[in-house]
């Protein structure tokens, strides 16, 4: 997998060919990684799964003592935005499979990443520690603000990560706080 996200990162999702991988991993036959995978997009597939299921994992870490929907909220960012700095390579490999297409979109999985979102926005707001606002909306705007960080280290590839997440964190919690004095 390493190899293959090394590879993907390097060259390109659409010249990472099992020889490129097989090379970078030091492996004598191409048929090595071919007895695991039927092909490219079974490799791909993998290497998505692992990516993905990376980040969710160290997020949900990261988020699962907080006690209230604001520190969660800001856990979400702040976990999302040190990830993504230090798996630049991972990133770029997923960045270049989602331009090339290799990338096979599934609406059940983006859905559960909105809903876990969501669902903090939503406690908040029966808690009364945000204001009303519409939970799928900010919810979809939280994660592509934060998911639009590997494109934009691909321009700014010496971006304070620091200051981007703590902008994050400030605009989003001017989004959702309850004015004093505001009736919830």
């Keep these: 997998m390493r190899a293959a996200i090394e590879t993907i990162a390097e060259v390109g999702f659409g010249r990472a060919s099992f020889a490129r991988i097989t090379e970078r991993a030091g492996l004598s036959s191409t048929r090595l990684i071919s007895y695991h995978f039927a092909?490219?997009?079974?490799?791909?597939?993998?290497?998505?799964?692992e990516v993905t299921s990376g980040i969710g994992g160290f997020v949900s870490e990261r988020m699962?003592?907080?006690?209230?929907?604001a520190e969660a909220l800001r856990a979400y960012i702040l976990a999302?935005?040190?990830?993504v700095g230090g798996h630049r390579t991972q990133m770029k490999a997923l960045l270049s499979i989602f331009l090339s297409g290799g990338l096979h979109y599934d609406s059940s999985a983006d859905e559960l990443v909105t809903s876990v979102i969501e669902r903090i926005l939503t406690e908040g707001q029966s808690v009364g520690e945000f204001r009303d606002f519409d939970p799928l909306?900010?919810?979809?705007?939280?994660?592509?603000?934060?998911?639009?960080?590997?494109?934009?280290?691909?321009?700014?590839?010496?971006?304070d990560l620091r200051s981007y997440a703590q902008e994050l964190v400030t605009m989003f919690e001017l989004a959702t706080r309850r004015e004093r004095g505001e009736i919830g």
Excluded at 64 to 69: E, G, I, V
């Design 39 to 49: 092909g490219k997009d079974e490799l791909i597939e993998e290497v998505v799964r």
């Design 137 to 159: 909306v900010m919810a979809v705007t939280i994660r592509r603000a934060v998911e639009g960080l590997p494109f934009l280290l691909e321009s700014h590839p010496d971006l």
């Design 64 to 69: 699962k003592d907080q006690s209230s929907a």
């Design 80 to 83: 999302t935005v040190e990830f």
